[in-house]
T-cell receptor, first 114, second 118 residues
């Protein structure tokens, strides 16, 4: 049941250019979307989030865009830096009981080259 | 910066043995979670916990799994009789109250406990 999809398993971008990571979802009940960065053998690190009632959220080099009609969101990183090389996970939130429940995509491995 | 801490970082156990994975959530957080990632697969939700009881659990979280908050700081995941397919990275996570803006809606993850069942 792939409610959250990241169709690009990998992406290579030159340093200084823009990285665009994409995510699609199917469940209209998702009310919050989050992007996490993950290094091997480490936990996901929160990057940026967006509420389903917004279409854009910006934090420094990171901007997330949400197109609710297309059920699509994207993470833009500009300018890309070598330290950004990691696996990026899109996650979508529903409220389950009284707590949050995240559904993750499969991740996109970003490689930022010199 | 406050963080979620987990122990052990890596544990190897024999099939059928009991395992307890420990977590110290961020101190002012009230909601606690366990997720896992089998090698090469997605991060999957296991269980959420609030006010000393399970809020939601997934199909994966069957009777061999249990969670507990034995004191004011620790949050544990117990696997009663481990199977080979339980081998995975287990992530503890915590959050403030959901719905309270971005702070409440953000879930923070620990570094993970890598469990290998042999």
């Amino acid at each position: 049941d792939q409610q959250v999809k990241q169709n690009s398993p990998s992406l290579s971008v030159q340093e200084g250019r823009i990285s665009i990571l994409n995510c699609d979802y199917t469940n209209s009940m998702f009310d919050y979307f989050l992007w996490y960065k993950k290094y091997p053998a480490e936990g996901p690190t929160f990057l940026i989030s967006i509420s389903s009632i917004k279409d854009k959220n910006e934090d420094g080099r990171f901007t997330v865009f949400l197109n609710k009609s297309a059920k699509h969101l994207s993470l833009h990183i500009v300018p890309s830096q070598p330290g950004d090389s990691a696996v990026y996970f899109c996650a979508a939130r529903t409220l389950a009981g009284t707590a949050s429940k995240l559904t993750f995509g499969t991740g996109t491995r970003l490689q930022v080259t010199l | 910066e406050p963080e979620v801490t987990q122990t052990p970082s890596h544990q190897v156990t024999q099939m059928g043995q009991e395992v307890i994975l420990r977590c110290v959530p961020i101190s002012n957080h009230l909601y606690f979670y366990w997720y896992r990632q089998i090698l090469g697969q997605k991060v999957e939700f296991l269980v959420s916990f609030y006010n000393n009881e399970i809020s939601e659990k997934s199909e994966i979280f069957d009777d061999q799994f249990s969670v507990e908050r034995p004191d004011g700081s620790n949050f544990t995941l117990k696997i009663r009789s481990t199977k080979l397919e339980d081998s995975a990275m287990y992530f503890c996570a915590s959050s403030e109250a959901p719905g309270q803006g971005s702070a409440g809606n953000t879930i923070y993850f620990g570094e993970g406990s890598w469990l290998t069942v042999v």
